[in-house]
């Protein structure tokens, strides 16, 4: 018995040792399996974040997102090492540069300029009409074509009554020139307008969502998608004016035109149109400083406004109305005055020819109420008391037109004097003029566009997704969430042998 008994305390550290050891590898197949958990996990994360990307390709703004991945802490083996303990996805970032995002913003404004006043003179091109059978030139030649027939039976009403309805063509052409420009300027006040309130509407969503992104970051975490739609809206911002974004350490940001916030943070500060008494327009801050605006749609609409073209100004619409005024005050006026030295079919001076309102001749100009009376009024001869065949004055009314002295002494809008030349010669300023601006406009719009192109390309290839790049993404993510799903059903394999199979040998 004491034999016996003695050869069973021997034993008992053997099995004790087995039983210590069976546990210790119990726990390492729960500790892998716990590993081949976490990237089953990882996989399938990164699979939901390819699946977001590609649902999201053609969303305008979108930015590719991915998963920042790590390996977790590893464990410590006395004696044996550092044993990894598998992978974790730790973030969710958008792939985007901010230096891209930058230049972006600062060359999207002058293009945004660049296009308004393109389109604008595009238009003022159409409207003048050069060359065209509809053009100044075209209503001139016929009207000077029709007192050259005039001259040679200038008693003769058939050959009279074309100079009345040529010189009507040619004042209603120049009346319906100067209200299509003055309804020109009038929409521009309406889209300056809505420039305005789109800022302060952009403005104030900017606001609301830094709101929302403040409180969804106060965790560390970026929320992607709320910064891809306020980047959305800084993108359209920066078309219309010239901004600056920055972004402090805390998470705030502020936009600013001209170094003065529209919005910090969450403060909006507004803008609003402000026009004074010589119907100038000004866009001011809510404390009634003015905006200095160095580009962008709005400044393109305020330069097509406001420019007279004095002092090397822009030359906008109000440029070519004063033009288009001291041309048809200074033509009705030359012609007037050599008209009154002629003299009347059946005796009498001749009086005004064409008469109009001083303040806004180009809108006003039209044949006198003695002429539309009386075609006999037209002072043809040279003499009294005005035979039938006399046509002096007419040839010199019609020879008047080639003299380089036809605005002598003549002075325009603002009391200064015309320069010299014939009325074609200054019909050919005009047009020179809106040319040399159309061509400026285009070129300046076909460089910022191609410009703003590129930084597009660069910053489509760094955001943009791509489907090529998502699904060998999406292949490569599935084949890690296979694996490891077979690393479990490996590790399950073991286990179950290990707890139900292990010492049934004998039994």
Partial sequence: MKRRSSQVCKR?????FNIY?????MSNMHFGFNTAVLSLLASQRSLYIVNHNISNMNTEGYSRQQGAQRATSPYNLPGIGFLGTGTEIYDIYRVRDSYVDFKYWNENAPKGEWVIKKDILTELEKLFGEPSKSSFRQYLDDFYTALDNMSKKPADSSYREPVRENALALTKHINETASRLHELREETVVSIDTKVRKINSIAVQIASLNRQIYFNELDGRKANDLRDKRDLLIDELSQIVNVRVDESKDGKLRVNISGVSIVDHTEINYISMDMDYEENISIRWSNGSLVNLRSGELKGLLDLYNG?????????????????????????????????KGYKLGGGQGGDFFEFDPLNPAATITLSDLIMED?????????????????RNLLQLIA????????????DMDGNSLPKGTPDDFLKSIISNLAVDSMQGKRMYDTQNLILKNIESKRN??????????MADM??????????????STLDAIMDVTINRLGLVGR
Avoid: C
């Fill in 461 to 470: 290839s760094i955001s943009g997704v791509s489907y090529d790049e998502e």
């Fill in 400 to 411: 008047l037109r080639d003299s380089g002295e036809f605005f002598d002494g003549i002075v």
């Fill in 12 to 16: 008992r550290p053997s099995l004790q």
């Fill in 375 to 391: 075609l006999a009024n037209i002072a043809a001869a040279g003499s009294e008391p005005g035979s039938a065949e006399d046509n």
């Fill in 21 to 25: 050891n069976f546990m210790k590898g």
């Fill in 475 to 488: 292949v490569r993510f599935q084949h890690t969430y296979v694996a490891s799903a077979r690393m479990i």
């Fill in 308 to 340: 007279d073209g004095k002092d090397n100004s822009y030359r906008g619409i109000p440029y070519y109305q004063k033009k288009l005024n001291d041309f048809a005050k200074g033509f009705a006026e030359a012609f007037n005055r050599q008209h009154e």
